[in-house]
């Protein structure tokens, strides 16, 4: 019994980690001037936040921190706010791809 809720809490560390990357990726590729645009926070700050999230949610992915610590935790939850606060208002300033020189406002002309 003990050995498969092992293997849970290590399927779940193995998750929380694919969703900072997933949060990191995402901060990564968006433009500096949409956080001041959406008045949040910079980019520098949190790409900072996320990439010590994607640190330690590795090591707690990797067994070498305690999944019942508060890092792991607290690095899911860094992630959770980027993801749940920051994506969202920072999506309408992102640059669109595939846009021609010919397009309008409302699409191609």
Avoid: C, H
């Amino acid at each position: 019994m003990w050995i498969g809720l092992v293997y849970f809490f290590w399927f779940l560390a193995i998750v929380a980690f694919l969703f900072e990357v997933f949060a990191l990726v995402d901060a990564l590729r968006t433009p500096a001037g949409a956080y001041a645009a959406a008045s949040k926070q910079s980019k520098n700050l949190w790409v900072i936040l996320l990439v010590v999230a994607n640190v330690v949610g590795l090591a707690g992915a990797a067994g070498m921190v305690s999944l019942i610590q508060i890092l792991p935790i607290a690095a899911f939850v860094v992630a959770a706010i980027y993801l749940a606060d920051v994506r969202p208002a920072v999506a309408p300033y992102r640059k669109r791809g595939g846009g021609s020189a010919s397009s309008g406002p409302y699409g191609p002309w």
